[in-house]
């Protein structure tokens, strides 16, 4: 049931052409398979979310992308990816002016840390 919702904001936004509207769907089906633990379907999405934000020039979308994929990664024991995603996402989030997702990922990051008995 859950999944209804996104999809039919899907078609929708498919329907009428709006390509933001695409990928901010493909952005949240991302974090909700993530969250189902539907790990190559959340990494298609967010693949799918980050092309079309690449595209709209939707840097703020790009860099909460790559914090998605930094969790999943994280969450999936690929230290590695989850740390380039995350400094993917700070990147961004710094280009942008966006101070809470500079903390949000210094925050993943750390926990990341955490978790290696940093």
């Known amino acids: 049931m859950q999944r209804a919702r996104p999809m039919e904001r ?9 390509r933001l509207g695409q990928a901010n769907v493909q952005r949240s089906l991302g974090d ?3 969250m189902l633990g539907n790990n190559d379907v959340a990494r298609a999405a ?4 980050q ?8 840097r703020l979308g790009q860099a909460n992308v790559q914090l998605g994929l930094g969790h999943l990664e994280r969450m999936l024991g690929n230290n590695d990816a989850a740390r ?10 710094h280009e942008v ?3 809470q997702g ?16 940093r």
């Open 32 to 34: 909700l398979e993530s």
């Open 97 to 99: 002016g966006d101070r």
């Open 46 to 49: 967010y693949g799918k979310a």
């Open 84 to 93: 380039a995603a995350y400094a993917k996402a700070l990147t961004l989030f």
């Open 51 to 58: 092309t079309l934000y690449h595209e709209v020039g939707d």
């Open 102 to 117: 500079q903390a949000d990922v210094q925050k993943a990051l750390s926990e990341l840390e955490r978790k290696l008995g």
């Open 10 to 18: 899907h078609k929708r936004s498919t329907m009428v052409g709006n």
